[in-house]
Nanobody
Framework: QVQLVESGGGLVQAGGSLRLSCAPS????????MGWYRQAPGKQRELVAS???????NYADSVKGRFTISRDNAKKTVYLQMNSLKPEDTAVYYC????????????????WGQGTQVTVSS
């Protein structure tokens, strides 16, 4: 059973930076699109940033110019560099990945990480 393991969340002051990482817990056959979502208390989960297998990126307007998504295809890892953090960035951040678990599966499946808390104090 594939699990996505996230790390890098924490408490930071406004204006500070954090870097999130996410990778499958074991070996997988292939990885396609990867992304980060977030959910603040009382709000719906929203897309923060995504990156295609070819490196194309997409960002929510609220994080453009402050956050950078990247990936290491050899490590099958996706990163989210978050700079100039604001209190409104406080949320649980989830990674989301389309992958093929094993060669025998040969169909893309969507997986979610367990979430990592990011808290930005004013």
């Amino acid at each position: 059973q594939v699990q996505l393991v996230e790390s890098g969340g924490g408490l930071v002051q406004a204006g500070g930076s954090l870097r999130l990482s996410c990778a499958p817990s074991g070996s997988v056959f292939a990885v396609n699109a990867m992304g980060w979502y977030r959910q603040a208390p009382g709000k719906q989960r929203e897309l923060v940033a995504s990156i295609s297998s070819g490196g194309g990126t997409n960002y929510a307007d609220s994080v453009k110019g402050r956050f950078t998504i990247s990936r290491d295809n050899a490590k099958k890892t996706v990163y989210l560099q978050m700079n100039s953090l604001k209190p409104e960035d406080t949320a649980v951040y989830y990674c989301n990945v389309d992958l093929i678990p094993t060669k025998g599966t040969m169909t893309w499946r969507n997986y979610w990480g367990q979430g990592t808390q990011v808290t930005v104090s004013s």
